[in-house]
């Protein structure tokens, strides 16, 4: 909302500098975006051309001799309309426009000591000038006096503060609203608006007739003017409009403009004779056609209202007009309108065809009374400035609350919410500036709330009001009082992500919203419905990820094309996908490993080993140590069928571990993704201490020489049930193959730990033990036994 | 031969072969050539048996004297060679220590979730609870149940990914307070924060689609904008230091009655006043508010007993401003360049 400080000053008197007022009306929670001269220039002088010859070096230009008043200058102009007894804007040497500085200079040999001005060069937006405006000089009335500061003169020497108002002040969307808000913070009175006008002795009642068909419509008034002469507006109403963004067109047009401004009420205006004498208000037909005022044809829908003719629709309720009823050069009668619509039908139709001056004040609610008021105000112009002749009577159609509301709030409430202790005068004081009327009874006070603040409808309100004139800022904190107890907070989310950073692994933070294209799943799970947006920004962020390991790999991608191909990373987030209707959201861990690995001293070319560490060492450091295993798949269409796995916690799979196939990456990248609310559920035993045995272990180490396709936990597990209650450990800690064995073979080395904690071990039981496994070993998996 | 010639002969020698000794290990081989079994100290005493008791003392007492002179000697030798052995020893490992260590290379730690665990540890040592919301969440816990229904104009200022009628992608994470409310199944005093990921329909230099919020959410009896005031200036000392001023205006939010917006003096002049703040020396980083009634009522707390607080921060904008990051976007790019910064513990004094 634009505010004309000179438009706004007819309702209420300003005494502070309009940055003050600015930031004062910031304060009581009113934010601005820009504060601003309207002309935004240094001084400008009213001259007057004495002489005008044509420059002798050119066929467009002329030599001026142009009094302003101290002095006469010469000044050379290119105006096609410079003459001879013309009043000029006269920018003097070092006059500051928005076009930059102005000095003094020779223009093909002729002096020219400032310029005559345009109202294009003032910085005014080129919507608001004419076609005279941008390519001539401003011809100033005869009357204007010379050496007078110009902009003065035209009354354009308005200030404007673009306000950024909150959602639910709708009636600050009015220069009369404003005024109430500025006369709350000075403690000011609000003038009235003149609002009367002469009646003819015919009516419209008789011969007009009003079908509202539809309950979005509670309130519509119709008056008819008639022999109106349409022409220029007078300067201050121009201005004013310019001051507040709305382009002026005619003196009829823009009275209605006007008076919008000026009560928030939006009006519309139809040629009487084009319209003839019914106006019907009805939800418009599904697919029903309209061509509004700016030439467009709109297709309908049946959320939006219309007002019709029985013929035709001629207009879009609150949103644009029709063009067969609008007001033209040669109109004489006019039917006013002026009414409320639904806000959230009006908004549901802005939204989808226009937002416009008008339905953005419709869609924030209005107060009937100004439905009136607007009516009035418009006669009342109308007459003044464009001739007309009102008809007596109004058609009008009622089915609206114009009641005050009444709101109780006592002194105490207002004083436990604010945090503070204001006296009942104080608080009498700042309703009687919002000019609330205010009964008081004890300590409680009923306040009966003016239909133009309809966002006041609860205690709770008259408390932010009292609060905000109050000042906010001047409520000062408080340590609060409330009973010790404990903050809660999950770190184990915080234990992962400082292992893995720990381990030499970066964090990443992605975006949920990735391409769809990306089909990418990395699961064992045959069809994944995913999440998408109905309404996306772009294609590339259109869809819910289901697994972060794409994200991880884009990311691989982008850093490899700078050069960096060293890179372990990870990520926790949630992923999202829908199964049988329902939606899901599942936090998971990501983890991508590629390159050159550095743990320690050691530097390692990632493989599938390097990643398993990884994930082992994070799962047995969170206490699932013995509880889990990773178990070799070809299900997981995006990896590697030979160098992949699926991680099984408590018999539950719970992520997937391996080699990204080279179909979908050529490089050697290995990923890991662990669903972490699953893993969560399983809970970890308590760390307890157990009594260390008192009597020393046997260590032994063996080989064995199997066929390649044998895993080491096949050999692990058959060991495992040969050993016994004395084997403790069994670890494997070399793998060969090569020249000493066979070339479908490999050789696994492991190291075995005897221990009783009962007694010390003898040697011979020992080796009984030992070579019962390898025994076992050697005939259940066809193996042969090669170091003892 | 006499007793004092052997001993005057065993000085000799012992003489003799401490000259050729030249480390700690010959002087193992001159132990054993004077104490071995066929030692010149040893045999000294060999034929005693057949001597008187007289005779036994004197040779005793000789031998003795001749025993202790020959060890002392052979030991400090034995001493001193070892010393000298140890010194080369030691000379012979001296190393370059300028050379370069042999690292362990340390990951690093996303700048946005250091910001959510310092708001977390500050909020919990205030005996707020942590908790999660789901970021698919329902237009009802998003919208309707603080108090904007469907068609209320202040959806416009959060464009909103639909994914279908009823669910969305959560704009705020104000949703979660509506979840709070429901799940208290006891309807007993509230006191929870939820940092999280939001969504909405924007992107540009300073607005990412996705971006991080903090709600924070207290409901008590006797709570009022005094103790919300109170809280947030502890809050924005700790996140921006010790000199942070705060200062309310009022707003309008549906699901706070009275609403607040909450500037805090400019992070980048102190609030003298500099391009960041617009020359205001403020800069707005909240919104906050007495929860409205309405939105009590609906989440089960009677607002004739019951009265709260809550508010809502960016937290993009506090990883921004405490590593001086120039660009939203940087923190959703993970250059590694740019990830590998953050591989140490934060400072103290900026989280205090």
Known sequence: MKLSRKFVSDYISIDVDTKTLADDMTRIGNEYDSCEKLIPTSQLTIGEVIECVDHPDSDHLHVCKVNIGSQILQIVCGAPNVRTGLKVIVATDGTILPGGVIKKGVIRGQESNGMLCAMSELGLEHKFLTEKDINGIHELPNNAPIGEDAVKFMELDDEVIDFELTSNRGDLLSILGMAYEIGALYGKKVKEMEISFKEETNSIEKNFKLDIKTENCPLFLVKKVTDVSIKESPDFIKNRLIASGIRPINNVVDISNYVMLETGQPLHYYDADRLGNKLIVRMAEENEKLTTLDSQERVLSDSDIVIATEKEAVGLAGVMGGITTEIEEDTKNIIIESAIFHPTCIRKTSKKVLRSEASNRFEKGLDPKRTYMAMMRSCHLLEKYADAKILSGMVEYKNIEMKEKQVVVSLDKINKVLGITLSKEEVVDILKRLQFETKVDGKEFTITVPTRRIDISIPEDIIEEVGRIYGIDRIEGKAMVLPVVPGTVDKTKRYIRNKLSDLGLNETLSYALTPEEDEFQFTTAKEIEKVKVLDPMSEDRNTLRYSLIPSLLSIFKYNKARNYKDICIYEIGKSFYKKDGIYHEEEKLAILMTGIYQLGLKKEMVDFYVIKGILEELLESLGYKNRYSIVATTDIRELHPGQSAKIIVNNTEIGVIGKVHPSVIKESVFVLELNLDLLFNFRVKKMQYKEISKYPSVLKDLAFVVKKNITAEEIHSVIKKAGGKLLKKIEVFDVYEGENVGRDEKSIAFSLTFEDPTRTLNDEEVMAVFNQIIETVEKKLSAQVRDK | ?352
């Open chain 2, 1 to 352: 031969m006499d007793m004092k010639d052997k001993i005057e002969k065993i000085r000799k020698s012992l003489e003799e072969d401490m000259k050729t000794v030249s480390s700690s290990k010959d002087c193992q081989d001159l132990k054993v050539k004077y104490f071995g079994k066929k030692g010149q100290i040893t045999t000294l005493t060999s034929n005693m048996k057949e001597l008187s008791i007289e005779q036994k003392k004197e040779i005793g007492q000789i031998s003795n004297e001749i025993k202790t002179e020959v060890t002392t000697k052979i030991s400090e030798l034995e001493e001193a060679l070892k010393t000298r052995e140890l010194n080369e020893k030691l000379e012979s490992e001296r190393i370059d220590i300028t050379l370069p260590s042999k690292k362990i290379k340390r990951g690093s730690r996303h700048p946005f979730q250091r910001i959510i665990e310092d708001v977390e540890d500050f909020f919990v040592s205030m005996g707020y609870d942590v908790v999660d919301g789901p970021e698919l969440e329902t237009d009802e816990n998003c919208f309707q149940r603080l108090n904007v229904p469907i068609g209320h104009p202040a959806r416009d200022s959060q464009d909103t990914f639909y994914i279908d009628p009823e669910y969305l992608l959560r704009t705020q994470t104000s949703s979660v307070q509506a979840r709070a409310m429901q799940e208290n199944k006891e309807k007993s005093p509230i006191r929870m924060i939820c940092p999280g990921k939001v969504y909405r329909r924007d992107d540009d230099a300073t607005h990412s689609h996705q971006f991080g919020q903090v709600e924070g959410l207290v409901i008590d009896k006797d709570i009022s904008l005094a103790d919300l005031k109170g809280t947030l200036e502890q809050f924005a000392k700790k996140m921006l230091g010790e000199n942070t001023k705060v200062r309310f205006r009022p707003s309008f939010f549906p699901f706070t009655e009275p609403s607040v917006e909450v500037d805090v003096t400019c992070f980048k002049c102190s609030g003298k006043g500099c391009s960041l703040c617009k020359q205001t020396g403020w800069i707005e980083v909240l919104g906050a508010g007495m929860v409205h009634p309405n939105v009590l009522e609906m989440g089960g707390y009677d607002p004739s007993v019951w009265t709260g607080f809550a508010f809502g921060t960016g937290l993009d904008r506090f990883a921004m401003f405490r590593y001086e990051i120039p660009d939203i976007r940087y923190l959703y790019t993970n250059d590694i360049r740019f990830l590998e910064q953050f591989d140490r513990k934060d400072e103290e004094n900026e989280i205090k």
